[in-house]
């Protein structure tokens, strides 16, 4: 085939719509799943939600009028990717149940082996994104009853009346922690590191504004620009960390109003600069945490004793379910084991803990290898999105190229990927992803922040959205006589 695309989430689908917007017709999706649709096929625990507005989060090709929420839920973003899908006629070009287990670049084409049997590819192009493989801490001992991860939440265990605890306090448990609270008979969160939690300007969307919205799509258009500026305002304080430092006395007076308790709003009140770790949004977070049946422990957790989590400030607490917010491997990203270069190195192989990629998106020693929401493309606070769409103005500027020049392979130039690299770890030392005072969230294992832009979004628009040939080492394509 032409282009095979691994992963059928919002990157995997935008991506085969963009092929299909260009005329490239001999493509497919591979979905390991059931379904498409990604982390918001795979996350249904009680009160997932976007943190980012409803007008910003989707494709600017296909606008939703109809969201019913200032911050969509799961289910709504889930049937709306599911209905771009169908609208742009791509779903039939997405095969589900079908995992690539094995890439290898032969020298002239991907050869992939699948669990539906080989493939052959010109291009290949991963959309896995990095919040798919939940992030589970190795904790000694045995726990006697049901623990599942957030991401893979357990919907056959009834949470009522039930003694839960949580452990981790990151996005995910912001939003299920209020969600079960009422529930539960008692909620034991274990903290490791406080969170700065900002209030959350989330509203019902009336009918009557949805009817202006199909009626004048230019309205939306307009909320979506404003929306988008008021993030990119926000931006500025990733850039400059005395800005954010500021804009964090909003989240003090947030805890303050809504804990009354001196020592819990101690312990909830994080020790870095606002920014320093994902941003997070919630009116509901406090005031759960400050109800008669929660229980808040300021450490990690240590080990399981049968029925009891041992935290690691000696605290133990007699719970009947373990829940894990513990987030996601953002970094260790499992597709880089299975994706081979002409010598049989992986992907993981050459990053050593470290991922690299020219803007992003290219990895030299990779050829015709495109990663889309790869390495050091977070902003922290805008839409995922964006970064997409500006990653497949550059994927399809590549592959037009590729098919109608008659090129046989685009790899990015080792120096020109190096420059990149080095750009980037320059900007970074000035933000707040490492001046905010935290070991950073965005921190590899060989503490380099691998995954963070250090400039505006508008220059990551630019920069990345532009495919130029230059930067790659072409061939052109053999001919037989």
Partial sequence: ????????????????????????????????????????RDNTYPGCACDVPSALYSYSFAPNPSWTRAFAGQREIQAYLLDTAERYGVLPRIRCGVELLRADWDGRRWLLETTDGPLEARVLITATGPWHEPLMPSIPGT??????HSSRWDHSVDLTGKRVAVIGSGASAVQFVPAIQPDVSSLHLFQRTAQWVLPKPDHYVVELERRLFRRFPAAQRALRTLEYLGMEALGLGFRHPSIMRAVQQLGVLHLRRAVPSKSLRTALTPSYTLGCKRLLMSNSYYPALAQGNVTMHPAAVAGFDGREVIGADGSRAAVDVVVFGTGFRILDL???????????????????????????????????????????????????????????????GAVTALLSQGWSSLDVRPEVQAAFVESVQAALPS?????????SYYHDVNGRNSFSWPWSSGRLRSRVGTFDPAAYEVSALEVVR
């Fill in 334 to 396: 499992p597709i880089a084991t299975r994706v081979h270069d002409a010598d049989g190195r992986s992907l993981a192989d050459h990053w050593q803990g470290s991922p690299q990629a020219y803007l992003g998106t290219a990895v030299s020693g990779f050829p015709n290898l495109f990663n889309l929401l790869g390495p050091n493309l977070g902003t922290g606070h805008t839409s995922a999105f964006m970064i997409l769409e500006a990653q497949l103005d550059h994927v399809l």
């Fill in 143 to 148: 726990f006697d009853g049901p623990m599942f």
């Fill in 431 to 439: 933000t707040v992803y490492e001046k905010g005072g935290c070991a």
């Fill in 1 to 40: 085939m032409d282009v095979v695309v691994i992963g059928a989430g919002a990157s995997g689908i935008g991506a085969a719509i963009r092929l299909r917007q260009a005329g490239i017709t001999d493509f497919t999706v591979l979905e390991k799943a059931h379904a498409p649709g990604g982390t918001w």
